[in-house]
Every structure is written in structure tokens, then in C-alpha cells.
């Protein structure tokens, strides 16, 4: 997951707005979202070579969300995989602070979480190393920490904040066509994160496509002050459009 915009507490309607796009190799295998046989309240996609997953939420109204913090000089191997850290939240009926106060930093390779539950919401980074209660407005995460100002984040939350202003019912696919853009930032805004100016230019809009990597799915969830939720995914195959599905459910 690349890119994971969010407004919480803010609309008058959704207490929750999410709207991410998740990034990855073409040839790594995934599932599209589903309730899992194995835990059948949990709903989200699946990394089928790790069996974790990026974004996903429960009947019981737990949401969990990851990127992975970019720096190609952290270590890769003899790390847990960080997919297992929203299957491992999603999974059990711990708080979430205590959650995150039990991750060991240094597990996992650099990665940001977003989770909560139906009352609050947190931020974790194993980079920053400090747990984060969410505060109402809009907010955008990448690959680097909370809000930084990278090209991507700064334009999504401009426009999902400009479109939900104006939106009194949100439409997931209004939400979907945001998270569509593919235009290049200029070479003066593109964070310097070590991966060279060339992969700068191809990682900075909010949807990529390259031969061999790019946006793989697109997730949008809202959550209102009743507690019903929405939960909308678009698939993609080599940046073309795949499937959509929608799940619709009550919180108990």
C-alpha cells in the first residue's frame, strides 16, 4: 500500500473516510477482498505469498492499514513480514494501544500502520517509534511518515477535501477516479527517499503504472456515525481495470 488518504471525524455523515491505493510488484500474488475462511469476521485482501494483508476491517469495526516506510538501505531480510501486522491486529480483540505498545521496532523492516477501532484511531511508524492518536481532519500517508508533504499526499488529501466539502452522500467511485490520477509531479517537488531521480518521477503520482509495478487495487471505506460500513475495491491488471466489488455491513 502506497498511498492511504483518510479523513476521520470531519464529515457530517462518515466518521471515517478512506480512500488507498496499494502499490506492488505485478507478480507477486493477491486476493481480492473477502472474508476469510480462517477468520470469517475479517474483511480484506490477501497476500498470498505471505498470507497478510494491507488494509482490512472487521464486523466487529476494527480497522487496520499499512505502507511501508521507503529506504532502500533498511534491511529486507530476517524481518517478519509487515503484511502480518493488520492480519495479526485485525485478528485478535486486543486495544489498540496495547497493540502497539507489544510490536518489537525491530521485526519489521520500516513500515507505517494506521488502526483503531470504532472510537479512536492511532498512527504507528517502527521509524518514529511513537504511537500517535489521529486527530479529526484530513490526512495522508505514503511511504515516509504521517502528513509529510510528499507530491501525492499533498494533492490527494487537496482533493478528497475539496470533493467531501461539497458531498453531502460520498460515492465511492467519485473516491475511486481521485485515487485514478496519474499525473507526474515536477522534478522540484519529488522527495529525495534513495531511489534515484528516474524512480522518483515514476513513484510520484497516486496511480502508477509501470511494465512491471504499479497500482495492483484500490480500496475505499466509509464508516458512518451509525456504524454502518461501506467497504469498495477496484482491481487492476498492469494498470488497467480488473473488478470492483462492494461489501456492505452493520457493526454490532
Known amino acids: 500500500m502506497c498511498l492511504i488518504l483518510f479523513q476521520y471525524r470531519q464529515h457530517h455523515k462518515y466518521k471515517l473516510i478512506v480512500a488507498a491505493n496499494r502499490d506492488e510488484f505485478y507478480g507477486r500474488p493477491a486476493a481480492e477482498a473477502h472474508f476469510w475462511v480462517d477468520h470469517p469476521d475479517l474483511l480484506a485482501g490477501r497476500d498470498l505469498q505471505q498470507m497478510g ?49 507489544a510490536i518489537k521496532p525491530e521485526d519489521y523492516t520500516g513500515f507505517n500502520i494506521l488502526l483503531g477501532d470504532l472510537d479512536n484511531l492511532y498512527y504507528y511508524s517502527n521509524i518514529q517509534q511513537e504511537i500517535i492518536k489521529i486527530s479529526p481532519g484530513t490526512h495522508g500517508l505514503s511511504n515516509h511518515l504521517l502528513n509529510t508533504p510528499w507530491p501525492k499526499v499533498v494533492k490527494g488529501k487537496k482533493s478528497m477535501e475539496s470533493y467531501l466539502n461539497d458531498a453531502n452522500e460520498v460515492d465511492p467511485d467519485s473516491l475511486f477516479e481521485l485515487l485514478r490520477d496519474s499525473e507526474q509531479a515536477a522534478d522540484p517537488h519529488l522527495p529525495v527517499s534513495g531511489v534515484g531521480l528516474e524512480f522518483e518521477r515514476i513513484l510520484s503520482p497516486i496511480f502508477i503504472k509501470t511494465p512491471e509495478y504499479g497500482t495492483r487495487s484500490a480500496t475505499v471505506l466509509l464508516v458512518d456515525y451509525d456504524n454502518n460500513v461501506t467497504f469498495a ?11 470492483q466489488q462492494r461489501f456492505q455491513f452493520s457493526v454490532s
Not at 533498511?74 to 494501544?97: C, F, H, N, Q
Not at 475495491?233 to 473488478?243: A, H, I, L, Q, V
Open 233 to 243: 475495491e477496484r482491481t487492476y491488471e498492469k494498470g488497467e481495470f480488473s473488478n
Open 53 to 101: 494483508t494491507w488494509l482490512g476491517v472487521t464486523k466487529s469495526g476494527r480497522f487496520a492499514a499499512l505502507t511501508n516506510y521507503r529506504d532502500p538501505s533498511l534491511p529486507e531480510t530476517g524481518k517478519i513480514s509487515r503484511g502480518a501486522l493488520v492480519k495479526d491486529y485485525l485478528a485478535v480483540d486486543s486495544l489498540p494501544e496495547n497493540f502497539l505498545e
